[in-house]
């Protein structure tokens, strides 16, 4: 089965391994997915992540990350680019999730980033998602 949005499909199995308080979450591995894990490890949201290679596809295991009273450290995602919209966001506006306490993640031409570093390089590019 053809799949149209992995990276929502990535989104919501996070947020559904979030909402039952699963230690880790397994989704088929991709580029893109695999620099979006390492934003949300870099930015402390997952506790780490791993690719296993496996036959027909390689998969993306990402470790959870709950604090001392089983709250999840990620309070919400989002999905704002889909595939029958695009949004892009210009070099000079700095996508912010939440006034600043979240993450927005950007597709820019040198890379997946946060909308943070993409405003301090002075880049623009495709608003994929919040996170919170």
């Known amino acids: 089965m053809t ?22 979450v397994d989704v088929p591995s991709s580029r893109v997915k695999a620099s979006i894990a390492e934003i949300l490890k870099r930015e402390g949201y997952i506790a780490d992540y791993s690719v296993t290679q496996r036959a027909p596809q390689s998969s993306l295991r990402l470790q959870l990350r709950y604090n001392a009273n089983q709250e999840p ?16 966001v210009q070099k000079k506006e700095a996508p912010r999730a939440f006034g600043g306490i979240g993450i927005s993640i ?27």
């Open 3 to 24: 799949m149209t949005d992995p990276i929502a499909d990535m989104l919501t199995r996070i947020r559904n391994g979030l909402l039952v308080r699963h230690p880790d």
């Open 106 to 132: 950007v597709s820019t031409s040198q890379g997946i980033m946060t909308g943070r570093e993409a405003f301090r390089r002075g880049i623009g590019g495709e608003l994929m998602a919040y996170v919170w």
């Open 73 to 88: 450290a990620i309070a919400g995602l989002k999905r704002v680019s889909k595939p029958g919209l695009r949004i892009h």
